[in-house]
């Protein structure tokens, strides 16, 4: 981790034991209590963030929305199989929702976006235009 995104494979990073990129604010245990695993799309990079972003397929995002709710736009243009991993990094949702935006893309069949108000831990997988993104949780 440089401060701004994950650098490494999942397999170098099992020895981290926090983050603290964002002022200070941000600080998680260890990455293996988050549950990440080969299927977890963190193999390129994770970006910790805390406003509204445009997703890119193959990173994760550490959403910290304990200050504001905001957005993740997914990307415009995906292609099947394509992942965007995210992570309640302050298992803030329940207080300030994060909101993913399907960016004329379906999200499990629909033409509505993704409003998350719980914990959630999971990734979003394009699997075509029909079903379009679908949340798998871990």
């Given at each position: 981790?440089?401060?701004?995104?994950?650098?490494?494979?999942?397999?170098?990073?099992a020895?981290?034991?926090?983050?603290?990129?964002l002022?200070?604010?941000?600080s998680?245990?260890?990455?293996?209590d988050?549950?990440?695993t080969?299927?977890?799309p963190?193999?390129?990079?994770?970006?910790?963030?805390?406003?509204?972003?445009t997703?890119?397929?193959?990173?994760?995002?550490?959403?910290d929305?304990?200050?504001?709710?905001?957005?993740?736009?997914?990307?415009?243009?995906?292609?099947?199989?394509?992942?965007?991993?995210?992570?309640?990094a302050?298992?803030?949702?329940a207080?300030?929702?994060?909101?993913?935006?399907?960016?004329?893309?379906?999200?499990?069949?629909?033409?509505?976006?993704?409003?998350?108000?719980?914990?959630?831990?999971?990734?979003?997988e394009f699997?075509?235009p029909?079903?379009?993104?679908?949340f798998?949780?871990?």
């Open positions: 981790y440089n401060g701004t995104i994950w650098t490494q494979s999942v397999a170098a990073l020895g981290v034991s926090s983050l603290n990129g002022s200070g604010a941000l998680l245990t260890t990455v293996a988050y549950g990440l080969d299927v977890f963190i193999d390129r990079a994770a970006s910790v963030i805390n406003s509204n972003t997703a890119v397929a193959g990173r994760t995002y550490f959403c929305t304990s200050a504001a709710s905001f957005s993740l736009t997914l990307p415009a243009s995906p292609m099947q199989g394509d992942r965007v991993g995210l992570i309640d302050l298992r803030s949702f207080l300030q929702p994060l909101t993913v935006l399907r960016n004329g893309q379906r999200i499990e069949g629909t033409e509505d976006d993704l409003l998350i108000n719980g914990f959630a831990r999971g990734f979003l699997r075509g029909a079903l379009g993104w679908l798998i949780s871990l």
